[in-house]
């Protein structure tokens, strides 16, 4: 069994009560807006990795020439369904993020939002994104991650266990700890809910 066959079935399981959650999630994290602001910088051709059920597509730019991958084919079912809804052309295409079936030096834009948190090995996956981005090509980047306040670091480190187990997701990870190793700089960066939630762009070199 692959590392992310786990983390397919789960979300192959949960797909129909994922926007639910989240609705949920965003009002408790103070999340909303954030993802309109940050997908304000999207540019070009332009790859949503885990791009679920696409509750990202209504705040794309106009002009943005959208491709998405995620590893469930329920959730994307659900997104092929709201792009639809929406009138949005978008590629859609099964795929796992440690190994993109994609060219190297080919999008301008690459967006991942409470993924990184999920995949496996998240530094693999933006290795990835590194290299199907153009030199030059902006990450976009969103989710949540290990607080640098000592109590609320402390809370994650009890819950995270039961995080990893039943959600298929850690609150421990932040990935400025490896952005920079595999050849991003970081632009801009702001932290947000007691430190938990992370936004941030950075640039290919």
Do not use: Q
Not at 7 to 31: C, I, M, N, P, Q
Not at 93 to 102: E, I, P, T, V
Not at 106 to 113: K, L, P, S, Y
Not at 121 to 136: H, S
Request: hydrophobic share 40%; net charge positive.
């Amino acid at each position: 069994m692959s590392e992310t066959e786990p983390v397919r079935r789960f979300y192959d399981k949960r797909a129909s009560a994922y926007d639910g959650w989240l609705r949920h999630y965003e009002k408790w994290t103070g999340l909303t807006g954030t993802r309109a602001r940050l997908l304000s910088h999207a540019r070009g051709r332009t790859l949503e990795l885990a791009v679920g059920t696409g509750a990202n597509f209504v705040h794309y730019p106009p002009g943005v020439r959208l491709s998405g991958i995620d590893l469930s084919p329920a959730m994307l079912s659900l997104a092929r369904r709201r792009a639809g809804e929406l009138n949005l052309e978008v590629e859609l295409r099964l795929g796992d993020a440690h190994d993109l079936d994609l060219p190297a030096d080919h999008f301008d834009t690459a967006v991942t939002t409470l993924s990184m948190s999920a995949i496996p090995d998240c530094r693999r996956a933006a290795a990835e994104l590194e290299r199907v981005l153009k030199p030059g090509g902006k990450l976009l980047l969103l989710d949540h991650v290990r607080s640098p306040i000592a109590p609320v670091r402390w809370l994650e480190r009890i819950i995270d266990p039961l995080t990893t187990r039943f959600g298929h997701f850690s609150l421990l990870r932040d990935p400025l700890d490896y952005l920079v190793a595999v050849g991003f700089d970081i632009e801009h960066c702001e932290r947000s809910r007691w430190g938990i939630i992370e936004l941030l762009v950075a640039r290919k070199r």
